[in-house]
């Protein structure tokens, strides 16, 4: 099965078309490859792929250990790319329809409580990265930004004056989110040299943008550095900000458009999170909150 030049058009078609981030193009990539080299051993080309065969392939997954969630990864891969091949008559029929995969695990995203994130971003000024990092870690907690948007932003989508940011989200969606005090104080320190407009917000020394995985280290750095024993990335300060505001307003729905999530179902993770706190400050507070629990 010669699938190479095929999967390459698929993935400028999520480059171009779709706008997909450099992270979310390497999975797709990965996916497919691990995919499509093991079903070139059933069928010898796209057109000869039927249903069986991919069905062969997750269950093959399942029984290699491989976690619900990397089985769906691998389901939503496939049903994306043959449905793409079938919009442009690469095959005949799209074999995807009826797929099944493990059901996934129901985990609650991870956050931080609202004191461990005041001891990351307090960076003392003794740094000569420190001010800029700091910006950084009161962005991603004041807005609730993706990793990507955050690597992707210009002083130009800066409102300081509003106490705004617009980004470019999934699927080249833009969305305006509101940045908190905090992080506006950080961000006009770190703006004071006069930028210009088309200037990353974050640099690397180098005259361009910090990168994603550069981004990421520095966040581990800065954990590491303020003596906090939780492993923190940047999407964890994403669901702390998402389970914060929730938790303070009770707004879902504008949680769901501060965050950029095209279905609310995405969103409503975080009421489970919501519930784990108000259920552990009633069993503290009331007086006969000793219940049996299931």
């Given amino acids: ?50 249903r069986h065969h991919l069905q062969d392939y997750l269950t093959g997954q399942h029984r290699a250990g491989k976690s619900p969630r990397s089985i769906a990864l691998s389901a939503a891969s496939l049903r994306s790319f043959l449905k793409w091949a079938k919009s ?37 000024p003794d740094e000569p990265l420190s001010l800029r990092d700091r910006a950084m870690l009161e962005l991603f907690y004041s807005a609730g930004l993706r990793l990507s948007e955050v690597a992707g932003l210009r002083w130009l989508d800066l409102d300081l004056a509003e106490g705004a940011v617009r980004v470019l989200g999934k699927g080249g969606k ?7 005090g905090p992080a506006l104080e950080a961000l006009h ?42 492993r923190v990335h940047p999407h964890l300060l994403r669901h702390s900000f998402a389970s914060h505001v929730l938790e303070s307003s009770g707004d ?19 009421t489970h999170l919501n519930f784990q706190h108000l259920s552990e400050v009633y069993d503290k507070a009331h007086p006969r909150a000793k219940r049996v629990r299931g």
């Fill in 1 to 50: 099965m010669n699938w190479q030049p095929i999967l390459g058009s698929f993935l400028d078609h999520l480059r171009v078309e779709k706008r997909y981030s450099p992270e979310t193009l390497r999975t797709y990539r990965w996916q497919l490859e691990t995919a499509l080299n093991t079903l070139a051993l059933s069928a010898d080309s796209l057109r000869a792929l039927k």
């Fill in 88 to 124: 442009n008559a690469l095959i005949d029929d799209d074999p995807t329809p009826g797929l099944r995969t493990p059901k996934p695990d129901k985990r609650l995203p991870a956050t931080l409580d609202a004191d461990a994130v005041t001891q990351l971003v307090e960076i003392a």
């Fill in 174 to 180: 833009t969305r305006i989110v509101p940045v908190g």
């Fill in 189 to 230: 320190a770190l703006g004071a040299s006069g930028p210009a407009p088309h200037d990353p917000v974050f640099g690397n020394g180098r005259g361009g943008a910090l990168s994603p995985r550069a981004i990421q280290k520095r966040v581990a750095h800065w954990a590491k550095q303020q003596g906090l024993w939780q």
């Fill in 252 to 270: 879902l729905r504008g949680v769901q458009e501060m965050l950029g999530h095209q279905n609310i179902a995405t969103t409503q993770v975080y």
